[in-house]
């Protein structure tokens, strides 16, 4: 193991971070990259990369790691430094006001112009120059503030992949997951090994996350070059929900890690004899088709349906209370689908966001992420 840390962009003097990333050999030119804890508060996937960090170690030293891997357990160490009143900040820059998983630089239209003459019709020559262009685009960017020097570290580490696993966490929820169309074949038994309830599919969401914007340079050269050259789906990019950010402690982050081991022996990026993949609980959904449930008055949440539940059109998952005005509101559900995640706060101001559906035909377009 291999263990290499890369300085952000200071604010000011005397407070310099950096982001420690762990590097583990593998036999063959396969390379995967997971990192955790991008929002800085999200803690399940931050616990679930020290198990695998562990147990990649170990693989190592056993000579069984056939693709090599880059590990970031810490993915945002400006976040870990952002408590107000004693309560961490870790979803927004306090600096900016921006989600820290929102607004990655991306590259592939201008690679597509750099690559115009220069591709061919051997696929993997194809791919090998779609990285180096890549790269070179990433070291040539000069980033204006430490915000920005962290979200192009991370693309860096990731700019080689074949797989990108970014752990993220949800404010209550059963275990579901993102990633595209294209994508969803290959990770779908990732979804079985997690027990994921909904699998949340998007080619573009409008917001620019981490996952797509490592995506991104490999659909956008794919629709600017098709049927000239072939260009491969170049990079899998999948982010975990793992749960609520209360879900933490060793039984749960031990199983999701070895979920990710299975799926990774699954795929031969690991030596050894992966178990069958489990049957998936709900099938895969469009992103555009999930239902956001908000509060249409202040009052106390009152539950009425489990995470996980089917719930049908018109079925009531929770009520408001008012107790001042005695006035009990039903939030009924607009669509059939999964109830897969909901605040974690028990009280609503008007118009806050409660709970959410995964629903299967679209009826969202625009930026289809939560705020």
């Known amino acids: 193991m291999q263990t290499i840390k890369h300085p952000l962009q200071s604010a000011s003097p005397g407070t310099e971070r950096d982001i420690t990333s762990y590097h583990f050999t593998g036999t063959t030119d396969r390379r995967i990259y997971v990192q955790a804890a991008l929002h800085g508060d999200e803690l399940p996937g931050m616990a679930t990369a020290w198990y695998l960090k562990r147990q990649f170690a170990a693989l190592e030293t056993a000579g069984a790691l056939r693709a090599s891997i880059t590990l970031v357990p810490v993915a945002n160490p400006i976040a870990l430094g952002q408590f107000s009143h004693g309560s961490p900040q870790g979803r927004f820059d306090m600096q900016s006001g921006q ?53 192009l570290i991370l693309l860096r580490l990731a700019s080689d992949a074949d797989i990108m696993i970014d752990l993220h966490c949800d404010w209550e929820a059963v275990p579901h997951l993102y990633t595209v169309p294209d994508a969803w074949p290959a990770l779908a038994p990732l979804a079985c090994y997690l027990g994921s309830q909904a699998q949340l599919l998007a080619e573009v969401s409008d917001a620019s996350p981490f996952d797509e914007a490592c995506y991104e340079i490999w659909s956008t050269l794919r629709r600017h070059f098709a049927g000239r050259f072939p260009i491969p789906l170049g990079l899998l990019p999948v982010t975990l929900e793992l749960r609520g950010v209360r879900d933490v402690d060793t039984a749960t982050a031990q199983t999701d890690a070895q979920a990710i081991i299975q799926f990774l022996t699954h795929l031969g990026d690991i030596a050894g004899q992966a178990a069958p993949p489990p049957a998936l609980a709900y099938p895969a959904t469009p992103l555009a088709g999930c239902e956001y449930l908000s509060a249409p008055m202040a009052g106390v949440i009152l539950h009425q349906r489990q995470l996980g539940a089917w719930v049908q ?32 706060l028990r009280f609503a101001t008007h118009g806050m966001l409660v709970a959410r559906i995964a629903g299967a035909k679209p009826i969202r377009s625009g930026d289809l992420l939560v705020p």
């Not at 090998?128 to 980033?143: D, E, G």
């Not at 408001?320 to 607009?334: F, K, M, Q």
């Open 99 to 151: 989600d820290f998983n929102r607004h990655f630089p991306v590259f592939g239209a201008a690679i597509a112009r750099e690559l115009e003459h220069q591709l061919g019709c051997d696929q993997t020559h194809n791919k090998k120059l779609i990285r180096q262009a890549l790269r070179r685009r990433l070291s040539a960017v000069t980033p204006a503030n430490e915000l920005e020097s962290q979200r």
């Open 313 to 344: 059109r018109g079925e009531v998952i929770a009520e408001i209370l008012d107790p001042l005005s005695d006035r009990l509101i039903p939030l009924a559900a607009g669509l059939d689908g999964v109830l897969y995640a909901r605040h974690w």
